[in-house]
């Protein structure tokens, strides 16, 4: 029973510590991106749904950091009351900007929003997407490199053959997939 209650006296301790305190550091637990909160653990107390954006599913718009499980954050309360908030990341998993007025917030399991009147940027470790009303920068750099690796053009004879820098056209675009998702 001793140890019991001195745990017990540690941890309310601790919580009437950090009421007072305006920022603690603290290890991420889990993650949750698309509600942007995470839940936390600090000697002990484990904190869920800790701001990872202004406001709990505020339609996914703005600029958001993703911060990696295990990682070490600084976590604050937002007017000293009980709501909290990390302002600072050890380490990002992902990043994710968007900018626009409208969302169709369907979310598939992959983590991609399906946007309307809306432009997208996430950066990864896999790399980075920029999107806007469903069409993809990379999709259409893709779309662009088949294109040109079967242009043709009208001749005096009939049509051309196809270019002669085809490898070139195809090596370009193996090399976008080493840093541009989507």
Do not use: W
């Not at 006296?9 to 510590?17: A, P, T």
């Amino acid at each position: 029973m001793g140890k019991e209650m001195d745990e017990l006296k540690r941890i309310v301790g601790r919580r009437f510590e950090e009421a007072g305190a305006v920022s603690f550091y603290a290890s991420v637990e889990s993650v949750d991106e698309q509600r942007r909160t995470c839940t936390v653990s600090a000697e002990g107390v484990t904190y869920e749904e800790v701001l990872l954006y202004a406001v709990d599913r505020a339609g996914l718009k703005g600029f958001c950091l993703i911060p990696a499980p295990k990682s070490t954050v600084v976590v604050a309360r937002v007017a000293a009351g009980s709501h909290l908030y990390v302002e600072l990341f050890s380490e990002v998993t992902k990043v994710l900007l968007t900018v626009g007025d409208k969302v169709a917030a369907s979310v598939d399991g992959k983590g991609s929003l399906t946007t309307v009147g809306m432009s997208t940027m996430r950066v990864t470790e896999q790399g980075f997407t920029i999107s806007r009303d469903g069409a993809g920068l990379k999709k259409t750099l893709d779309a662009l490199l088949d294109a040109l690796a079967k242009l043709t053009v009208p001749t005096g004879v009939g049509p051309s053959g196809v270019p002669v820098n085809v490898a070139d056209f195809v090596k370009i675009k193996q090399e976008l997939t080493k840093y541009m998702e989507g």
